[in-house]
């Protein structure tokens, strides 16, 4: 039996360990694990985000919003990028310019809104419920969600941050404007930062009212705080995964979250 010189081996073995090395660092694709889900009668898709460091946010392109997951899908692979998942980011005006904070790639692209209903407005528009708030990613990578009073006396610089409203989980508890048994339901997006950490985006796949929504994130996700996205016709998923790719019937949408591969 040959025996190769240790000279030979010692080679042998550094490549051997090389290449484990690389294996082991080599990053797992960053789509988020999407399912079903039933909760109290209803379905839902749930999608997980284990790194909220491979979250984004993306509203406007070199000929202003995207509008359609499949616009900015067709963009990023101009670019040499993949799509691999994409959710309606927040609420828009006519525009498609989101209606409260809005940064990008750590910059403050449309500043936080502290608006008021005006007296006797009913009903209420849904971003003005408050306490609204801001789902946000530090330059750590770390994601949270806060009540825009709490945001703004935070003073951070986030790397992304949108601002929906109404909450749905403030801190373990349902947003107090949330009626139980409501009738107006619609199909209805959220996200939730949860216990473990893992960022969790929701659409309904039917019509729920806020409080059964909200109750999804606290009692069936995990997550003790958690911020209503839109409603209705503004909500989307984009995910090959699933064969979605959605489109919004208010002519497109404003703000999305994506993550690229």
């Known amino acids: 039996m040959f025996i190769p010189p240790a000279s030979l081996r010692t080679a042998a073995l550094s490549l051997l360990y090389g290449a484990f090395s690389a294996l082991a660092i ?17 379905r839902y898709t749930v999608c997980d985000v284990g790194n909220a460091g491979d979250i984004r946010l993306f509203w406007e392109g070199e000929d202003g919003p995207y509008r359609s997951f499949a616009k900015l ?61 801001v789902f946000y990613v530090d330059q750590d990578g770390k994601a949270g969600i806060l009540t825009t009073e709490d945001f703004v006396a935070a003073e951070m610089e986030p790397r992304i941050a949108t601002q929906s409203g109404p909450m749905l989980v403030i801190d373990g508890e349902l947003h107090p404007m949330l009626i139980p048994n409501s009738t107006d339901k619609t199909g209805r997006s959220g996200v939730g930062v949860c216990g473990d950490g893992v960022v969790r985006f929701a659409v309904s796949d039917g019509r729920v009212n806020f409080h059964e929504f909200a109750r999804l994130f606290r009692d069936q996700l995990g997550c003790p705080n958690s911020l209503f ?33």
Request: net charge negative; with cysteine.
């Open 73 to 133: 899908a067709d963009a990023l692979k101009a670019d040499g990028e993949e799509l691999s998942f994409a959710m309606n980011a927040g609420m828009y005006d006519t525009n498609f310019r989101p209606l409260g904070l809005y940064v990008e790639d750590g910059a403050e692209k449309v500043r936080i809104s502290t608006a008021e209903a005006a007296p006797g407005t009913q009903p209420i528009p849904n971003f003005l419920k408050k306490p609204n708030g």
């Open 26 to 42: 080599t990053p797992a694709l960053a789509a988020p694990s999407c399912a079903t889900e039933e909760f109290e009668g209803a």
């Open 229 to 261: 996205l839109d409603g209705g016709r503004g909500v989307g998923l984009y995910s090959p995964e699933m064969g979605r790719n959605d489109f919004s019937w208010h002519g497109g949408y404003g703000p999305m979250f994506g993550i690229v591969d």
